[in-house]
């Protein structure tokens, strides 16, 4: 089974480094580069409240001495860069430059959100740039939607780079015939950890559990009751996933197929 945020939550994270350089983020996967990975450390603002990052947000956010060529190597990997946006540069992130003083602080409020950080932390913990977001251009919007759905669906088209994943999609793809990636809806696919996600709902079913709910139900050995006991999920959650049409983020042949084969009764 794969360990999800809940059972990390029990672990007390170490306090991220003073500062990290180009080596840092050389050692990042290819998924925690977008920041694809469960908190790893946990950095602190003026008043000491902390907050559990990625990798990728803690070698931005202490880069020091190491900001400016750590800025420029994240704007490359998301092909982007500070300049004007145009026809001879059309991924640049400003339609127009914010003043001076706030310039770095946008590009680096960009790579936050880009990296899946939600704007009451951006804010909070880094710099408030709110005024200046209607300087972005449409290419620095679509990266951030863009990296997002890379994140949701990076999981079901690289299963062995999670484990425990692999093994529950094989079981599906086994009942459904129905690929990883179409398993769900497009731009429904349930997070992969809970701080990527950006709903403050206690209940959000994350990826592994969501698959986990779907393997009973095809195999027909358990009702939604009992597949929500055994998770120790209230059974709304299973029903929203499941059974509800208007709520379920299961694609149509996928719910279709789930709601043939659910065990029927209490």
């Known amino acids: 089974m794969l360990e999800t945020s809940r059972l990390r939550a029990i672990r007390e994270l170490p306090l991220a480094k003073s500062e990290y350089g180009i080596e840092d ?114 290419a620095c919007k679509e990266t951030v939607s863009q990296v997002e759905r890379q994140r949701k669906e990076f999981p079901l088209e690289h299963p062995e780079e999670f484990p425990g994943l692999g093994e529950t999609l094989d079981e599906i793809i086994k009942y459904s015939r129905v690929e990883a990636i179409d398993i769900f809806k497009k731009g429904k696919i349930p997070p992969m950890f809970s701080g990527i996600g950006r709903t403050t709902n206690k209940e959000q079913l994350l990826l592994a559990e969501a698959l986990s709910m779907i393997v009973p139900a095809l195999n027909g050995r358990q009702n939604v009751a009992q597949i929500a006991r055994e998770r120790r999920k209230p059974v709304d959650v299973a029903r929203s996933l499941l059974t509800n049409r208007n709520t379920s983020p299961l694609a149509p042949p996928m719910f279709a197929l789930v709601n043939e084969r659910l065990k029927k009764g209490n």
């Open 25 to 138: 983020f050389e050692r990042l996967t290819p998924a925690e580069r977008i920041g694809l990975s469960e908190p790893k450390v946990y950095i602190t603002s003026g008043d000491k409240q902390k907050l559990e990052v990625t990798m990728a947000v803690a070698i931005l956010a202490n880069s020091g001495k190491n900001r400016e060529s750590i800025i420029q190597t994240f704007l490359k990997q998301f092909n982007l860069n500070a300049e004007l946006y145009g026809k001879e540069n059309p991924r640049g992130i400003f339609l127009k430059f914010p003043p001076d003083t706030a310039k770095e602080n946008v590009v680096k409020d960009v790579i936050y959100c880009i990296l899946g950080v939600n704007q009451e932390n951006r804010v909070y913990f880094f710099a408030d740039v709110k005024n200046y977001m209607n300087l972005l251009s449409g």
